[in-house]
T-cell receptor, first 111, second 115 residues
Framework: GEDVEQSLFLSVREGDSSVINCTYT??????LYWYKQEPGAGLQLLTY?????DMKQDQRLTVLLNKKDKHLSLRIADTQTGDSAIYFC???????????FGAGTRLAVHP | GAVVSQHPSWVICKSGTSVKIECRSL??????MFWYRQFPKQSLMLMAT?????????EQGVEKDKFLINHASLTLSTLTVTSAHPEDSSFYIC???????????FGDGTRLSIL
């Protein structure tokens, strides 16, 4: 079945770049998403990439997709304390836009 | 744009009570809405998918008589937890999408605590 895996924790210094990695198994995935969740809140859509793209950049965020290896990454440039949150990778699978989520990566930003 | 409002944000009630949670798309029409459950420090678990005007599709292991879903309009879906018990305590999150190929936009979640 479909599966999405992420590392569980990442700690970076303020001002450095953060790279959060994700692997997925469904080669037929059409869209891959990155969501951010702050404590006690819902999920905020950060960005998404279509499967025929290799890279997408949106301000401080860069998404890289290696379709051959089924590997997705999210790079946050100039990481700030406000970026501390849990980041979920998700792939769209099947009909009705059903999403398969990874376990989430907790990003901690320290001074 | 693409704002999803979920209400209430927190509810505490006694065991045996039924609780209704609302999910509204404020600035777009949602052909499909989704209901998730999230346990502490875990990922989201999809409970059901609902399309406006039709019966919800429940994921395996989710009791449809326990978790009633209504999607009567293109901007509103409700989840009713019937005869709630302490094991139903969790964080419930809804999402909505305008259609195929469009991303899901999430509400802020409802924390349900059953005493």
């Amino acid at each position: 079945g479909e599966d999405v895996e992420q590392s569980l924790f990442l700690s970076v210094r303020e001002g450095d770049s953060s790279v959060i990695n994700c692997t997925y198994t469904d080669s037929s995935s059409t869209y891959l998403y990155w969501y951010k969740q702050e404590p006690g809140a819902g999920l905020q859509l950060l960005t998404y990439i279509f499967s025929n793209m290799d890279m997408k950049q949106d301000q401080r965020l860069t998404v890289l997709l290696n379709k051959k290896d089924k590997h997705l990454s999210l790079r946050i440039a100039d990481t700030q304390t406000g970026d501390s949150a849990i980041y979920f990778c998700a792939e769209r699978s099947g009909g009705y836009n059903k999403l398969i989520f990874g376990a989430g990566t907790r990003l901690a930003v320290h001074p | 744009g693409a704002v999803v409002s979920q209400h209430p944000s927190w509810v505490i009630c006694k065991s045996g009570t039924s609780v209704k949670i609302e999910c509204r798309s404020l600035d777009f029409q949602a052909t499909t809405m989704f209901w998730y459950r999230q346990f502490p420090k875990q990922s989201l678990m999809l409970m059901a998918t609902s399309n406006e005007g039709s019966k919800a599709t429940y994921e395996q292991g989710v009791e449809k008589d326990k978790f009633l879903i209504n999607h009567a309009s293109l901007t509103l879906s409700t989840l009713t937890v019937t005869s709630a018990h302490p094991e139903d305590s969790s964080f419930y999150i809804c999402s909505a999408t305008e259609g195929q190929g469009q991303p899901q936009h999430f509400g802020d979640g409802t924390r349900l605590s059953i005493l």
